[in-house]
């Protein structure tokens, strides 16, 4: 170490610091031995519904007393935590901390090609147990089926409004349209006649 006036810096000693260095990860590793971490279980599908509908348009009264599982958001029992919105809540049921918490590591059970194998053969099974949904040749019969039917009863409904037009000008009191025309009586508001 310099004494020199003009140097006003702090001088470190390195060998010394390298020594006290050595002596302190010496001390722990004789000391503390950490113990190996419980293996976390994979990765795997929730087996329960996620609640995000069940306060879905409800009011409620929050204050300073009320617990925080019963004030506004979603709370989560795992991590001791609310969540303000759905998505945010969902984003936090899928991330790391959450499924630590759980117990489980974000790692995936890798698949064997048994197990790939046998998720085949039972999705074409499911595949083949489903009845074909719809036959070209039946659907067309059955869209002329109905557009025929739409057409009888547009033609039915057509008759009978011309049926009662028929009905109401016969109906007119009794008296003659020639007469009524001569006299300058066309109607009093009725159906129009062509003459």
Known sequence: MSMRP???RKKWDKKEYERKALDRIQKIKKDEIP???????MLKVRDYKVDLDSKLGKSMVINKTTPS???GGYFCNVCDCVVKDSINFLDHINGKKHQRNLGMSMKVERSSLEQVKE??????RKNEDKPKEYDLEQRLKEAQEMEEKLKEQK???????IDEEQAGSSNDGGFDDDMMRMMGFSGFGGSKKNN
Do not use: T, Y
């Open 119 to 124: 998720r085949f053969s039972k999705n074409k």
């Open 69 to 71: 599982s019963q004030s």
């Open 155 to 161: 033609r039915e409904k057509k008759k009978r409004k």
């Open 35 to 41: 113990l190996p971490e419980a293996p976390r279980e």
């Open 6 to 8: 003009d140097d006003h």
